[in-house]
């Protein structure tokens, strides 16, 4: 029997649904909901696109490192890390030791049409979004590829919310 871990991450590209299916995770398991991007733009006082516009992305980055190391000494959290956070090796080998991670994916275009609605993405701020994407989720690939994939393109969220549960309660057997 697996040892079961203290908490549930959800990584994977923005616009994949990692912070909506977050709260319906949470609901399901009784734990509370980290999203880490809002954490990070609240102790900063600002918002994630200025982060990136007036301090750079290594400063961003290393706000992600700091809250991997700090979230992982808590117990019961679905944390819904941002898109880049698990791309550092570093901050997946830590976070691993006390979390199952679940990769949610969605195609390029899917993803396009979701995080258009939600604007201020730094990384898409480019006259091509779609081709971006397509080239962050290249590079990300094998990053990605280390977590169990969850698939989230037409799906309801509380259904994948649901779909992780099952994984989760199969992994402890």
């Not at 549930?8 to 909506?20: A, E, P």
């Amino acid at each position: 029997m697996n040892e079961k871990k203290q908490n549930v991450v959800l990584t994977g590209f923005m616009g994949t649904g990692k912070t909506t299916v977050g709260r319906f995770l949470a609901a399901e398991l009784g734990y509370a909901l980290v999203d880490t991007d809002k954490l990070i733009a609240q102790r900063a006082g600002k918002p994630i696109h200025l982060i990136f516009k007036e301090d750079g992305e290594a400063v961003f980055r290393d706000w992600e490192a700091q809250l991997a190391a700090e979230l992982t000494r808590q117990k019961q959290l679905v944390i819904a890390t941002g898109g880049g956070m698990l791309v550092s090796e570093r901050n997946a080998e830590i976070m691993q030791e006390a979390a199952d991670i679940f990769c949610l994916t969605a195609s390029p275009r899917e993803i396009l049409s979701r995080v258009q609605l939600s604007g201020n993405r730094p990384l898409l701020d480019t006259p091509k979004p779609l081709e971006r994407i397509k080239e962050l989720l290249a590079e990300r690939e094998a990053a990605y590829g280390r977590f169990t994939q969850i698939k989230t393109s037409l799906k309801k969220p509380q259904r994948i919310a649901k779909e992780i549960v099952k994984a989760l309660q199969k992994s402890e057997k």
